[in-house]
């Protein structure tokens, strides 16, 4: 295969990749917090797309301006969702799976009645395209790929550096420990629900102009973060991104290679995962 | 006790002779569907019984219905050996699945059976040779003649799924009061307890596994034939998260709760009249509510306007 062909698949396989950590990383990091598999984080993606289309093709807002606008809505929207259907259920396993559930079909249901199963785009942002390698890259795609490494790398230090974030994974490591050093887990959560749905507003938000936006997103994405999770630990971030990768890159050069069959590769990986090694790439025994 | 077998008596008797007050072909349809459902929701509500949340039971409808399709118009076989058969080739599905999946502890079977409900349908969408891809696979055969029994009108169909789902029903509740229900029943309460005193726990999760596959399989089978059509489109992820609303909603704590939440909510669209795109908001309300004001399901309702508080 020549060179160039292999950058182009390479870089569209960075791209998709980014798009899996994005979302798959906020629907992580309720799973290692809150013990929660958040079905819902997929309606709260492609909700965030909505947000982005309708305030940019409807509103005629600045499409930065839009991005942040969507983080927002989909923020308060995670928050209420915790407050009133989530929190009830707290401690309890799989009554609060169910919960997510009917969440997800409940969002997914209305927008497919409110925007219509119909595709909508949002006019692109960026034109023109530049030459790396020899490879031909949009400048949207590169934009995608920017603005991604900056929110993960964002996210990376928050957790990592900030009070708030560290109170994060001391609720995550030990629940009862944490509230003893007076961590306000339910504070806590609240905050984790807004910044794992704000993540998903963004990159709702950024993929809303490379690809369609219609009611049947959220499932999608959902399923994709589940296959990335498990690949890469659940509730782990650095295997979120890591997973991710994996996915996009194993995609984009299946797609090249051996074509629609591709879709199933990522199941494939999941049970390889599941045998040889459980707890993910990076997860913890 | 012997009040409950009289309430069942009563169900069963009204079941058998409803054919003789009412052949309204569209409430008929309603009631197979019922049957249908109830019959492979019984399989969810025992994978439940171990502690284990299964999110893509349709699938296990799909292979059942694809398995028989294929058994009988490639095949040649009778639709009454080709039946019981599509449940085994679940259940075997079911294995290959179960085994690594079970071994884990935690989420990891909800999340498998999730991802592998869609893999499924992505095999029958882009295998259009074998299994009629999008379109599905048309003209599947009704069931050949039993015993001079034509199954040319709706009524055969109704007895035979009436009488599937109760030899179902009657499986799953000897299973309850036998030794491997009261295994099944430990493992859910603890499998760490469980499996301190020696049992096998991955083994009974198969087990359980299996055999609630099995009937989704013959459900599936039924499926098929009943419409003489099949196509990915009936086994959607939404249909199995339906197959769990039906048991949470009619109440997982007991054997009738399927039947409750299959018939209640087959029903109220219907009743309700509202278009088909609304029925996964309809189910999402209905879903939510119980949850929050009848965690034990319907089931419970009597016990709850008694102002008792029943625990299972």
């Given at each position: 295969?020549?060179?160039?062909?292999?950058?182009?698949?390479?870089?569209?396989?960075?791209?998709?990749?980014?798009?899996?950590?994005?979302?798959?990383?906020?629907?992580?990091?309720?799973?290692?917090?809150?013990?929660?598999?958040?079905?819902?984080?997929?309606?709260?993606?492609?909700?965030?797309?909505?947000?982005?289309?309708?305030?940019?093709?409807?509103?005629?807002?600045?499409?930065?301006?839009?991005?942040?606008?969507?983080?927002?809505?989909?923020?308060?929207?995670?928050?209420?969702?915790?407050?009133?259907?989530?929190?009830?259920?707290?401690?309890?396993?799989d009554p609060s799976l169910v919960i997510a559930l009917g969440i997800a079909m409940l969002i997914g249901g209305l927008a497919l009645l409110v925007f219509g199963e119909k595709d909508k785009s949002i006019s692109p942002v960026f034109s023109g395209v530049i030459k790396v390698l020899g490879a031909t890259l949009s400048m949207e795609r590169i934009v995608v790929i920017i603005m991604a490494v900056?929110?993960?790398?964002?996210?990376?230090?928050?957790?990592?550096?900030?009070?708030?974030?560290?109170?994060?994974?001391?609720?995550?490591?030990?629940?009862?420990?944490?509230?003893?050093?007076?961590?306000?887990?339910?504070?806590?959560?609240?905050?984790?629900?807004?910044?794992?749905?704000?993540?998903?507003?963004?990159?709702?938000?950024?993929?809303?102009?490379?690809?369609?936006?219609?009611?049947?997103?959220?499932?999608?994405?959902?399923?994709?973060?589940?296959?990335?999770?498990?690949?890469?630990?659940?509730?782990?971030?650095?295997?979120?991104?890591?997973?991710?990768?994996?996915?996009?890159?194993?995609?984009?050069?299946?797609?090249?290679?051996?074509?629609?069959?591709?879709?199933?590769?990522?199941?494939?990986?999941?049970?390889?995962?599941?045998?040889?090694?459980?707890?993910?790439?990076?997860?913890?025994? | 006790?012997?009040?409950?077998?009289?309430?069942?008596?009563?169900?069963?008797?009204?079941?058998?002779?409803?054919?003789?007050?009412?052949?309204?072909?569209?409430?008929?349809?309603?009631?197979?569907?019922?049957?249908?459902?109830?019959?492979?929701?019984?399989?969810?509500?025992?994978?439940?019984?171990?502690?284990?949340?299964?999110?893509?039971?349709?699938?296990?409808?799909?292979?059942?219905?694809?398995?028989?399709?294929?058994?009988?118009?490639?095949?040649?076989?009778?639709?009454?050996?080709?039946?019981?058969?599509?449940?085994?080739?679940?259940?075997?599905?079911?294995?290959?699945?179960?085994?690594?999946?079970?071994?884990?502890?935690?989420?990891?079977?909800?999340?498998?059976?999730?991802?592998?409900?869609?893999?499924?349908?992505?095999?029958?969408?882009?295998?259009?040779?074998?299994?009629?891809?999008?379109?599905?696979?048309?003209?599947?055969?009704?069931?050949?003649?039993?015993?001079?029994?034509?199954?040319?009108?709706?009524?055969?169909?109704?007895?035979?799924?009436?009488?599937?789902?109760?030899?179902?029903?009657?499986?799953?509740?000897?299973?309850?009061?036998?030794?491997?229900?009261?295994?099944?029943?430990?493992?859910?309460?603890?499998?760490?307890?469980?499996?301190?005193?020696?049992?096998?726990?991955?083994?009974?999760?198969?087990?359980?596994?299996?055999?609630?596959?099995?009937?989704?399989?013959?459900?599936?089978?039924?499926?098929?034939?009943?419409?003489?059509?099949?196509?990915?489109?009936?086994?959607?992820?939404?249909?199995?998260?339906?197959?769990?609303?039906?048991?949470?909603?009619?109440?997982?704590?007991?054997?009738?709760?399927?039947?409750?939440?299959?018939?209640?909510?087959?029903?109220?669209?219907?009743?309700?009249?509202?278009?088909?795109?609304?029925?996964?908001?309809?189910?999402?309300?209905?879903?939510?509510?119980?949850?929050?004001?009848?965690?034990?399901?319907?089931?419970?309702?009597?016990?709850?306007?008694?102002?008792?508080?029943?625990?299972?």
């Open positions: 295969m020549d060179f160039t062909f292999f950058v182009q698949v390479f870089v569209n396989g960075l791209m998709l990749g980014l798009t899996y950590v994005l979302i798959a990383s906020g629907f992580s990091l309720i799973y290692g917090i809150m013990r929660l598999l958040n079905f819902a984080h997929g309606e709260f993606y492609m909700l965030g797309a909505f947000a982005t289309y309708l305030l940019c093709e409807r509103l005629g807002v600045n499409y930065f301006a839009a991005m942040v606008l969507s983080m927002i809505i989909i923020a308060v929207l995670g928050i209420l969702v915790y407050r009133f259907f989530y929190r009830p259920f707290r401690d309890q396993h900056i929110l993960m790398a964002a996210l990376t230090f928050y957790i990592k550096f900030s009070k708030t974030g560290q109170a994060m994974r001391a609720v995550a490591q030990d629940r009862e420990a944490a509230a003893l050093q007076g961590i306000g887990v339910d504070s806590t959560f609240t905050l984790c629900m807004a910044i794992s749905s704000a993540l998903a507003g963004a990159a709702g938000a950024l993929l809303a102009p490379l690809f369609f936006v219609n009611p049947f997103l959220g499932m999608h994405a959902v399923l994709k973060a589940l296959v990335v999770v498990v690949i890469g630990g659940l509730g782990s971030i650095p295997g979120a991104i890591a997973g991710g990768l994996l996915l996009g890159f194993v995609e984009s050069f299946g797609n090249t290679f051996l074509g629609d069959i591709t879709e199933i590769l990522g199941f494939v990986m999941v049970m390889q995962v599941l045998l040889f090694r459980p707890q993910g790439l990076f997860g913890h025994g | 006790m012997a009040k409950r077998r009289a309430g069942h008596f009563i169900v069963l008797l009204a079941a058998v002779v409803f054919p003789a007050v009412s052949q309204d072909p569209y409430l008929l349809n309603l009631l197979i569907m019922t049957g249908i459902w109830t019959t492979s929701v019984w399989g969810v509500r025992l994978i439940m019984s171990t502690g284990q949340l299964t999110l893509g039971h349709a699938a296990y409808m799909a292979v059942g219905a694809y398995a028989s399709t294929l058994l009988v118009m490639k095949a040649g076989l009778s639709f009454w050996l080709a039946f019981p058969l599509s449940g085994l080739i679940s259940a075997f599905v079911a294995l290959l699945i179960g085994y690594p999946t079970l071994r884990i502890k935690g989420v990891y079977f909800s999340i498998i059976t999730f991802a592998f409900a869609e893999i499924i349908r992505l095999i029958i969408v882009n295998w259009p040779s074998l299994l009629g891809g999008y379109g599905g696979i048309p003209n599947i055969p009704a069931p050949q003649p039993l015993f001079s029994i034509r199954f040319t009108s709706r009524i055969p169909f109704y007895y035979l799924i009436l009488a599937v789902s109760f030899i179902t029903y009657l499986v799953m509740v000897r299973m309850e009061k036998s030794r491997i229900g009261t295994i099944f029943s430990s493992i859910r309460e603890s499998d760490t307890l469980a499996e301190s005193i020696g049992i096998n726990i991955m083994k009974y999760k198969v087990i359980a596994f299996g055999i609630g596959c099995f009937f989704a399989g013959l459900s599936g089978s039924f499926y098929a034939h009943y419409f003489n059509f099949t196509s990915p489109e009936f086994f959607t992820i939404w249909q199995s998260i339906y197959c769990l609303i039906f048991v949470l909603v009619g109440g997982a704590g007991s054997a009738l709760g399927p039947f409750l939440g299959s018939f209640f909510l087959t029903l109220i669209p219907e009743f309700l009249r509202v278009a088909r795109e609304y029925e996964p908001v309809v189910y999402a309300i209905i879903l939510i509510l119980v949850m929050f004001l009848l965690p034990g399901g319907l089931i419970t309702l009597p016990a709850r306007l008694r102002g008792q508080k029943k625990t299972h």
